[in-house]
């Protein structure tokens, strides 16, 4: 009978020490644990949590309690199990696109050391592969399948003209929980009421007043961690990633939706809508004021004429609508950005074409 | 005096700004009609609001009113049908006045509802118009579809191809049992001529269908009332049990919370499959390269004009043989066509090499 199950050896009668794993996880060195990670309605905390948890069920998939039950049929669900897991797990990552993943990294981290996140799509195809089904969603309270929602004195950021930044705020928040219990039918294991989690005062794409989305986004939030922790996929390194679906790494994060480590939300915005890309977190093109005293002379002398149009020059078609510049220096803060707008305009205008930084 | 580059750049942006402004005024035009689903909060079910999730019907009656304004796009193809429905209906009118024998065309839009068993009323609808023939009546109902969707609707039966096609039949088979007419018409707009359609309620399942729908209607428009008065989601309807309605339903996840059941793929632990999927991989390439290899001899054989050849130990025959054809000209094939099911099977191993020396 084989000692070694899952690169554990329990030959030894005694269990491994509770603890043991909660001293192999990295500390946190990406970004403070309450901000979230992209659109995957994760925070740090919650990785962290869910990474303990699915290590947590690795060690208490109670082989000790199986054996005794019954020896030989565990030796046999155990090898086969050990066998088709990272099968399924490679399948499952396979049919997602890297679109499907949030990269991010530390300072001073490559590209190549990067972390991804599965998303909302991952996830179905993490369902789909190891049939995950979601079983009683519920308000804990009433046990009624709905949301408990609640109202509370919640902090937003919020923008404020006389700051020009965005403020830590006082707000009434809204906040959406649910609870889920989750089943795999190929590893025969569930897992009992995840909760999901969110609240208004995060930051939503669309219409993020409704309540009803408020809600959604909770269940989607509930549906998601149960499968990460089912499938034992919270989060994988990119170069993995890269390999399992036959690209480069760097081919990897320039489809994938770049999160911490890879420019400032704003650039990476809008690199992403400019280049299908991330943007490269570099220094500003030192020639920026160069180019814009080309564009204002073009312009014989006035800025105001010259910012208009350049600003509609560099204008873009995102998803909410007309992306436009706020300022020179916020065209200029993002590389790709300012390089594609000085190339159009010395492809349209060569004769006032700007040649600096050659 | 400006310069001449200044100018130009000037009437461009003047140009370009002037675009966006009529696009957004345009939209404008539409977003102005939109008042939510400007509707009242409901007691019944609208015939067109067939839904195979009987619960999801039950919501719709709660909150239907409150949903959010459609966008412009939308609306702008609602106004479409609407407008293309009034041309329609004229060109029917004038359609049955040079018909042989004459059909008429009897009142415009036309309300009809059905009650329950309790006495309310739990399905209500609007018919688009009535032809009449004699004593013949049916009721029409106009639909414009995309030229692409309409080439496929042949049947009533093919509504089913599409999900949101599929509730049609229902709201005719609501109109003709509310009407208590026999026949119904839908005039398919598809973009040149209109396709046009027959109905019969007595055909197949039809009656048992809109009957079932007529009870899905009042336990549906009972529950949703109560529903929408207390906030108890524990009265409503079944949760549905296909995952493809809730995946696109829009109260999934918030009006609605739906267990989803999935079943992983089928797990090979028998011995003889592990050890067929063994083999198969191990002998990939000497499969590919035994393949090329009978076809560069057989290539080279035929190519000789000769009956026999020699390579090294082989002797390569070749005998001529006739066999039957059949050159049936396409149209008359055509009409032998028929949908079978198939199935391809694919392997491959996601992160690993499928096809080359590396498999072995």
Redesign the interface.
């Known amino acids: 009978m084989s000692e070694e199950l899952f690169g554990r050896d329990y030959s030894d009668a005694d269990p491994p020490p509770p603890k043991e794993w909660e001293e192999e996880i990295p500390p946190p060195e990406v970004e403070p644990e309450g901000a979230p990670i992209g659109d995957t309605g994760l925070t740090l905390a919650d990785v962290m949590e869910e990474t303990r948890e699915v290590k947590r069920r690795e060690a208490a998939l109670s082989i000790p309690r199986m054996i005794e039950l019954d020896p030989e049929k565990a030796l046999r669900q155990v090898q086969?199990l050990t066998q088709?897991l990272p099968?399924?797990q490679?399948?499952a990552?396979?049919?997602t696109l890297p679109s499907d993943w949030v990269v991010m990294k530390a300072k001073g981290q490559s590209d190549e050391d990067a972390t991804a996140f599965p998303r909302k799509p991952a996830c179905l195809q993490f369902?789909?592969?190891?049939?995950?089904?979601?079983?009683?969603?519920?308000n804990i309270d009433t046990g009624?399948?709905?949301?408990r929602v609640t109202e509370y004195e919640g902090v937003k950021s919020v923008w404020s003209d006389r700051d020009r930044k965005k403020v830590p705020t006082k707000v009434r928040a809204r906040r959406a929980e649910?609870w889920v219990d989750a089943y795999?039918?190929?590893l025969a294991d569930g897992i009992e009421a995840v909760r999901g989690v969110r609240s208004s005062t995060e930051e939503f794409i669309g219409?993020a007043t409704?309540?009803?989305?408020l809600?959604?986004?909770?269940?989607?939030s509930a549906?998601n961690k149960a499968t990460r922790i089912l499938c034992g996929i919270v989060s994988k390194p990119v170069g993995e990633l890269a390999?399992?679906?036959?690209l480069t790494v760097a081919q990897f994060i320039a489809k994938a939706s770049t999160g911490s480590g890879f420019g400032t939300s704003e650039q990476r915005e809008t690199a992403r809508q400019e280049q299908g890309g991330h943007a490269t977190s570099g220094p500003v093109s030192s020639h920026a004021g160069e180019f814009w005293s080309v564009v204002v002379e073009?312009?014989?002398g006035?800025e105001q004429?010259a910012w208009?149009?350049l600003a509609?020059m560099a204008a873009f078609d995102g998803d909410k609508g007309?992306v436009k510049p706020k300022s020179f220096d916020h065209l200029a803060g993002n590389n790709g950005w300012y390089r594609r707008t000085v190339e159009k305009w010395n492809t349209q205008?060569p004769?006032?074409a700007f040649k600096g930084g050659e | 005096m400006?310069?001449p580059?200044?100018l130009e750049?000037?009437q461009?942006?003047r140009a370009?700004?002037l675009m966006?402004r009529v696009v957004a005024a345009v939209v404008k035009t539409f977003e102005v009609e939109a008042t939510g689903s400007g509707r009242a909060p409901a007691t019944y079910v609208y015939a067109s609001q067939w839904r195979a999730c009987t619960r999801r019907m039950a919501i719709d009656v709660a909150w239907g009113h409150e949903a959010?304004p459609w966008p412009a796009e939308a609306l702008a193809r609602m106004r479409r049908g609407k407008e293309r429905e009034v041309d329609l209906r004229v060109r029917l009118e004038r359609a049955g006045k040079l018909s042989d024998p004459k059909f008429e065309v009897v009142g415009g839009e036309e309300r009809f509802e059905l009650k329950g068993k309790s006495g309310r009323v739990v399905l209500a609808g609007r018919t688009d118009c009535t032809v009449k023939q004699g004593e013949d009546t049916f009721k029409v109902e106009i639909k414009s579809l995309s030229p692409f969707v309409a080439a496929k609707i042949k049947t009533p039966e093919d509504f089913e191809q599409f999900w949101w096609t599929r509730p049609y039949p229902y709201q005719m088979r609501a109109y003709q049992l509310g009407s208590n007419t026999r026949f119904g018409l839908w005039v398919l707009d598809r973009g040149g001529l209109p396709d046009l359609m027959l109905s019969d309620l007595y055909a197949e399942n039809n009656l048992q269908k809109a009957e079932e729908f007529l009870a899905a209607a009042e336990l549906a428009s009972e529950t949703g009332v109560l529903y929408r008065e207390t906030g108890?989601?524990?009265i409503l309807p079944e949760?549905a049990t296909d995952a493809a309605e809730c995946a696109r339903c829009p109260y999934?996840?918030?009006?609605?919370?739906?267990?989803?059941?999935?079943?992983?793929?089928a797990?090979g632990?028998a011995e003889e499959l592990v050890e067929a999927e063994r083999i198969y991989w191990e002998t990939i390439l000497a499969h590919k390269q035994h393949e090329a290899a009978a076809e560069t001899l057989k290539d080279w054989a035929k190519a000789s004009g000769s009956d026999l050849a020699v390579v090294g130990d082989t002797i390569l025959s070749m005998s001529r043989y006739f066999t039957t054809e059949y050159p049936v000209p396409k149209e008359v094939k055509q009409q032998f066509a028929r949908k079978v099911e198939r199935c391809r099977t694919s392997l491959a191993?996601?992160?690993?090499s499928n096809t080359d020396a590396d498999a072995q």
């Open positions: 086969a088709i099968t399924l490679r399948a990552i396979a049919a369902r789909r592969f190891f049939g995950v089904s979601i079983r009683n969603p519920r009624k399948p709905e949301c649910i795999s039918d190929r219409r409704e309540p009803q989305d809600e959604e986004a909770a269940r989607t549906d390999g399992i679906m036959g073009a312009f014989g006035n004429s208009a149009y509609e007309k205008h004769d006032h | 400006p310069e580059f200044v750049a000037e461009e942006l370009r700004s966006d959010p108890d989601v524990s949760f999934f996840g918030n009006r609605c919370q739906p267990p989803l059941e999935a079943q992983g793929p797990l632990l191993r996601p992160g690993m």
